[in-house]
């Protein structure tokens, strides 16, 4: 079966006050094991898993990222590049982890003639994805290799301060909603409780016969 081949060049490129601007994602997965996924006491930092692709001739760790080009959405980039880079394919959250403004160093090495490439400034958006597929095959796997690792191993491993800073947002963004969940089902099983308890009192109340009378 043939695999789409990446996007190269710059010609689509999109730019803001002399940033290019870069989409990516932290594609991430929760462990299904049937050892930990009732157990409550275990930490729920300890059942996420973050995926992380090698740079090419480089055996450093990155989140999948790239240029974000004008003709697609900021979303449709980063699901791309997650697809080109890493192999995987899932759930976006629309919402982005933030915004961060970094400095590429393949700008700053390689001769250019735009200003904002020779500085080597860039705006990357990046967003949270669920993976629910992962390809045998992709377009960049000859020039990249994919490990899957836990938050903590990704925040020692993580090539860049900024990729570092959103793996830390992401962490942070993930406890809450976890949390957010949790007391929302403490709230459900609280009201189920309560309704049991009504029921089982008024199962409990008996009607003296003294009061009941026959309507004709």
């Not at 449709?76 to 394919?89: F, L, Y």
């Amino acid at each position: 079966m043939s695999v789409i081949s990446s996007r190269t060049g710059r010609d689509r490129q999109r730019y803001d006050n002399n940033f290019r601007l870069v989409s990516g994602c932290i594609p991430y997965r929760l462990i299904k094991d049937e050892g930990i996924e009732e157990d409550t006491s275990v930490d729920f930092v300890n059942k996420l898993q973050v995926l992380m692709v090698t740079s090419p001739n480089r055996h450093d760790l990155v989140f999948p990222k790239g240029g974000w080009e004008d003709d697609e959405t900021v979303l449709e980039a980063a699901s791309r590049e997650a697809m080109e880079e890493a192999g995987v394919k899932g759930s976006l959250r629309e919402v982005p982890l933030g915004v961060w403004e970094f400095r590429s160093k393949s700008s700053i090495s390689s001769s250019c003639n735009e200003e904002d490439e020779c500085f080597g400034g860039c705006k990357g958006y990046m967003f949270a994805l669920e993976v629910t597929e992962e390809l045998e095959d992709w377009p960049e796997r000859e020039n990249r290799e994919r490990k899957w690792l836990s938050v903590k191993e990704a925040l020692e491993l993580c090539r860049y301060e900024w990729m570092q800073r959103a793996l830390e947002e992401f962490l942070r963004v993930m406890q809450e909603e976890e949390e957010e969940e949790e007391e929302e089902e403490k709230k459900l099983r609280t009201e189920e409780e309560t309704v049991q308890d009504d029921s089982s009192k008024l199962q409990e109340c008996q009607i003296d016969p003294c009061y009941c009378f026959v309507v004709n």
